[in-house]
């Protein structure tokens, strides 16, 4: 046993190595760098809540995942990021359950949230919600039609999600009414929104919020790449991906950040099958990150 005593030395010093290499304070910037905004523009995908973790004064690597798994956003109308709190959340479909009479006709329609604060040159998503006289979401085709007349505000794209921007040179506390026609058949509904410019940037500490630091767990034949494991975020340092790509800062951040968003779709999408879809998406990415990085 002594003459494996090098070499399980050696490949513990590597695995700490990487772990530091991992949970790098550089690594974990670019992380929220290449996610900076998207609460304000895609509020639907729900981040975690993580404070932003300095060093400590004797230089050594702060505790990886550190940050609390999500517990949801606060109700539509709430403040918009840069206030206390979180942006409004885009209502998640509820539950079917069975009932003798399917929802319908459409009766009304509303959007969520009903007033929101968007700074000049910025953008966020809106829902129009149509329900039936009970107040259940109308099954089956919904036409959509999106208006705004006042030219500091666009509407970009249709459907049941557009996005709404503000124009870069809009006066701070201008007010605009955003308004969705739905139609189904004969029936017909109207709702209307208000948009306030605001006069505040988006924060950079959005950089700070709701990327936690990996935490590289050694994991051998196990198949599963990342998992949230009661408030950490686990990668497995042991998969053949990771292990691939791991050798180039680049590259280990591409498939870091793929893992993150395929934990963040899990959590907004996640009915039966979805888990195996984003896993062989993050399969495909992993594969073509060897190929260019032989290249």
Not at 125 to 150: K, M, P, T
Not at 259 to 270: C, D, I, M
Request: charged residues 25%; negative net charge; contains cysteine.
């Amino acid at each position: 046993m002594a003459a494996y005593a090098p070499l399980v030395d050696a490949e513990l010093a590597r695995f700490e190595r990487e772990r530091r290499a991992t949970t790098s304070r550089q690594l974990l910037t670019e992380l929220r760098r290449a996610l900076r905004g998207l609460r304000a523009r895609l509020p639907q995908y729900e981040l975690p809540k993580v404070e932003d973790v300095q060093p400590p004064p004797d230089g050594t690597t702060p505790v990886a995942g550190a940050g609390a798994l999500p517990a949801g956003l606060p109700l539509p109308g709430g403040p918009e990021i840069g206030q206390q709190g979180e942006p409004a959340d885009i209502e998640p479909a509820p539950a079917e359950e069975p009932t003798l009479f399917p929802p319908g006709p459409l009766a009304s329609v509303r959007i969520v949230p009903a007033e929101i604060a968007i700074a000049p040159g910025r953008e966020r998503r809106v829902q129009a919600i149509a329900v039936d006289r009970d107040g259940r979401r109308v099954r089956g085709e919904v036409a959509l039609a999106w208006s705004c007349g006042n030219g500091a505000v666009a509407i970009l794209g249709d459907g049941a999600k557009p996005l709404v921007r503000v124009q870069a040179d809009a006066r701070p506390g201008t007010r605009a009414e955003v308004t969705v026609v739905a139609a189904q058949g004969a029936e017909h509904a109207e709702a209307s929104a208000t948009v306030v410019v605001a006069d505040r940037p988006e924060p950079s500490a959005d950089l700070a919020a709701g990327v936690p630091e990996p935490e590289l767990v050694d994991d051998p034949g196990a198949r599963w790449r990342s998992r949230f494991d009661g408030q950490r975020w686990q990668v497995n340092a042991s998969h053949e991906d990771y292990i691939a790509l791991r050798g180039e800062p680049r590259t280990r951040l591409r498939y870091l950040l793929a893992l993150f968003a395929k934990e963040v779709a899990l959590r907004a999408h996640g009915v039966p099958g979805s888990e195996e879809a984003l896993e062989s998406l993050v399969e495909i990415l992993a594969h073509a990150e060897r190929n260019l990085a032989s290249v």
